[in-house]
């Protein structure tokens, strides 16, 4: 099986939910270590914000069915984004027989995309 999604997003709007909400806004989308490592970057949130839309395009659900927590990039040694996912997005990705992922985040200075793909026996 093979799946794949893919989100744009503008990096402004991630920007006014941090003015708005501040760490709440933060809390809700990322998890603590995305939070850490992007340390305030907000094109890197952005993307990564893509990603976990991306992730639920794949899963064929939609982000209503995960939490936005469920789903977190982290990086390798080299900075290489890797993706794990956690409690229902990790079932559901299970339930249809998805083991590996490959992700890749891109951002310009308005723009971020991500992209996933998804493969199962």
């Known amino acids: 099986m093979l799946a794949v999604g893919v989100d744009m997003i ?3 709007r991630i920007e006014r939910g941090i003015q708005r909400h501040g760490d709440r806004f933060l809390q ?6 995305e939070i850490a490592y992007c340390n305030g970057r907000i094109p890197s949130l952005a993307g990564r914000f893509a990603v976990k839309e991306a ?14 927590t469920d789903v977190e990039v982290v990086c390798d040694g080299r900075g ?18 998805l083991t590996q992922w ?6 310009t200075d308005t723009h971020a995309i991500g992209f996933v793909v998804a493969l199962g026996g």
């Open 55 to 68: 992730v639920s395009k794949a899963l064929g659900t939609g982000i209503g069915d995960i939490s936005w």
């Open 102 to 107: 490959d992700i890749s985040l891109s951002h």
């Open 10 to 12: 503008e990096i402004a």
């Open 80 to 97: 290489k984004p890797q993706l794990v996912l956690h409690n229902q997005a990790n079932t559901l990705a299970a339930n249809q027989g």
């Open 28 to 33: 809700r989308f990322f998890t603590g270590q």
